[in-house]
């Protein structure tokens, strides 16, 4: 299966909001509502951020929110904070006991 | 609190058998029906997603990889395995394995995730 698509890079200023999209097709981020969200800074492993494509697990800011409309599924970062500066990726169950990842995102706050 | 870690050799000779083991800590591998994952980052390059195994022994592979790796698992030492063979240098990378999200639906998520091990193809 192939990689969902990200933007390289998304960038804004302390307080402002930024979205990262992830484009899948039908057969994956439009046919299941799987769509989970990773933050991983410099070095580390990734961070679980979303769930079931808007659901926040304890502990993730709210300021964090994801939302899926047809076959692209995103992640919005709201009150962008310096700590938000990361790389982010968005994951899919594909069917078939299948996952993709998508590209990955750099978000950099200005 | 469930933690994992991976161990295995840091190099592994191109066209050998790279192997990583993922220790289990916190919980045991098969007290609940989860699936275990390995996941994959090349150097400056995204995530990708290997292959899983379920605590049963039940295993599904990434189609890209299927023909080059094994995942299997052990209860007894609660660890799981990865072996992918016929490596090349495009195999070089940090390996991370995860637990999936607890059923119904366990094919949603990857959480928690082991600090990642880097393993480097090179004579």
């Known amino acids: 299966q192939s990689a969902l698509t990200q933007p390289r890079s998304v960038s804004g200023s302390p307080g402002q909001s930024v979205t990262i999209s992830c484009i899948g097709t039908?057969?994956?981020?439009?046919?299941?509502?799987?769509v989970s969200w990773y933050q991983q800074h410099p070095g580390k492993a990734p961070k679980f951020m979303i769930y079931d494509v808007t659901k926040r697990p304890s502990g993730v800011p709210d300021r964090f929110s994801g939302s899926k409309s047809g076959n692209t599924a995103s992640l919005t970062i709201s009150g962008l904070q310096a700590e938000d500066e990361a790389d982010y990726y968005c994951?899919?169950?594909?069917?078939?006991?299948?996952?993709?990842f998508g590209t990955g995102t750099k978000v950099t706050v200005l | 609190q469930l933690q994992l870690q991976e161990s295995g050799p840091g190099l592994v000779k191109p066209s050998e058998t790279l192997s990583l083991t993922c220790t289990v800590s916190g919980g045991s591998i098969s007290s609940s029906a989860y699936y275990w994952g390995w996941i994959r980052q090349p150097p400056g390059k995204g995530l990708e997603w290997i292959g899983s195994i379920f605590f049963s022994g039940d295993t599904y592979y990434n189609p890209s990889l299927k023909s080059r790796v094994t995942i299997s698992i052990d209860t007894s030492k609660n660890q799981f395995s990865l072996k992918l063979n016929s490596v090349t240098a495009a195999d070089t990378a940090v390996y991370y394995c995860a637990r999936h999200s607890p059923p119904p639906g366990t094919w949603r998520w990857f959480d928690p995730w082991g600090q990642g091990t880097l393993v480097t193809v090179s004579s």
């Open positions: 039908s057969s994956d981020v439009g046919g299941y509502n799987y």
């Open positions: 994951c899919s169950y594909v069917g078939s006991y299948i996952f993709a």
